[in-house]
């Protein structure tokens, strides 16, 4: 399972019970929330996300509607008595926020709250089973995206087929990993006894920003990207002087980055209904689809 | 109108669709915001308060389910483009984490506002039309209490007897204020000439405390008063331990205040039934109510 679940697809002001930025990235058993506006652990407990299984969360910018419900999530993960690690990257002065909400009440996390400070686009954490990098965006304060990438998936055994070419069970993990095999000098090539296995999928989250060419760069061929989309097409002025994206915009993007779908989000309080977004992104890439709340969007 | 709208009932942990405290006071035209639990402007919206005229927002103390939604508020009103000033009054600690806030967004409000330490207990606003005073609680960090009072009503004037007694209209506003008159050495005395008008109310909300007979004394005689009822009676033990009441102890207060009516409210998320609050309570004392999401109570 890789997919990401939205809990908030608004802009800063909250309104038609849309709520602002929160998105749940579930990767097998692992969970990362990206963003965390108000309201965030009531959309959490409103959709059912196993919190206990959120070990990082990432924090685009500090902008309100990005961060303001992480105090109480962190707080309630500590009243129902968390103890594991909880790691939170964000820009620099956030860690001196939650301190300081923490000290006026006089209390302190049972868990490790760590702050990793992002400062410069690349790796966040690197590990056999997944990564997750940072890049730019362009904001009116400094602002992060983030990807997340299954790793390489390794090939699988064609039993029938090693065994018949004698290859050694001692062999197989080196088969996986998609080595060729010799014997006596004859060469079985990996192709002949193994399967490919479903390609790594990779999800990109473009958290706000104005248009800016070089997020398809940093992109590039991603299975899903989700990308800001503040405004409709008509009102792309408001979108550059407010450091936002229209819905053309956005689709632009992610036709030059090669993506496999888009997902819009981060939707003016202006607009009641969505579908224009929708049509208006369909015109320059097709695979787009609206991030709408409560539902899970594969990767 | 005088009465007290309820946005939030719940103690810290949000559960069953209710919500960490926030009640908005109407006192005529004018809006009063006690508390502001994360999730407050939410609520101010599904409930069509009208936030413009917000001017005064109380905050009992530091705890974050009475506080957190307070900067998601106020950016929104800055966002709405509100003009008017904003006062807050809030325990020290508070102005400074709002400003870190404003400061890391790298933004400033469009309108002043203005923090007022609570450091003692007395008048926080007297005007001739109400008055604000705060009173101390007993809770694990600094907490208060707030009793918001109209002004004694001015009487009413019975004008076909005030005319048969010969009072001089210009003489009208003294009856109102309760004075006899006086002509040709015969004493008028205001009750012949006069009305008495509704009797002035008042309303107290008592935030976080645990069970502390004083709050009695300060709330004395009050028309409604709101009392936390953290848990139920057999759970008195855990109650004392961490500064909350029961509903008995709630109901015991307006019992020796000799409150009009009572209002419970900061229910534990370990229920999700609240009934038996009422009922523990009214045995104790009658005239009790339960504070219930989106239900205004007259005062």
Redesign the interface.
């Known amino acids: 399972m890789f997919g990401v679940t939205i809990l908030g697809n608004n802009s ?4 038609y019970d849309r ?1 602002p930025t929160a998105q749940v990235v579930t990767l097998n058993e692992q969970l990362f929330l990206i963003d965390c506006g ?2 965030t ?2 959309q959490i ?1 409103r959709y059912k996300i196993r919190r206990s299984r959120i070990h990082h969360i990432f924090i685009s910018h ?3 509607d990005h961060y ?2 992480l ?2 999530l962190v ?2 993960m500590g ?2 008595g968390r103890e594991q690690e909880l790691h939170v990257y964000a ?1 620099p ?2 860690e ?2 939650v301190n ?2 923490l ?5 302190s996390m049972p868990f490790p709250l760590i702050f990793h400070t992002l400062q410069q686009e690349g790796m966040l954490i690197d590990n056999p089973k997944f990564s997750v990098e940072c890049f730019e965006t362009q904001h ?2 400094p602002c992060w995206g983030f990807i997340i990438r299954e790793k390489k998936k390794p090939r699988k055994i064609d039993r029938e087929k090693a065994v018949a070419h004698d290859v050694p069970a001692a062999y197989y993990e080196k088969l996986k990993e998609g080595l060729d095999y010799e014997r006596d000098g004859k060469l079985i090539r990996n192709e002949w006894v193994t399967f490919a296995n479903t390609p790594a999928r990779s999800y990109a989250f473009c958290a706000d920003t104005k248009y800016y060419e070089a997020i398809a760069e940093k992109t590039r061929g991603v299975s899903l990207l989700y990308h800001e989309a503040t405004y409709l097409k008509d009102l792309e002025e408001r979108a550059i002087a407010r450091f936002h994206s229209t819905s053309v915009q956005a689709a632009a993007i992610a036709a030059k980055a090669g993506v496999d779908r888009l997902l819009l989000g981060h939707f003016s309080s202006k607009y009641e209904s969505l579908e224009n977004f929708l049509t208006e992104a369909k015109e320059i890439f097709e695979r787009t689809e609206l991030a709408i709340e409560g539902v899970t969007y594969k990767v």
Not at 103 to 107: D, E, G, Y
């Open positions: 800063a002001l909250p309104a709520h108000e309201g652990q009531m407990s500090l902008h309100g303001f419900g105090i109480g707080t309630s009243l129902l820009p002065g956030l001196e926020i300081m909400q000290k006026v009440a006089v209390t009116r304060i």
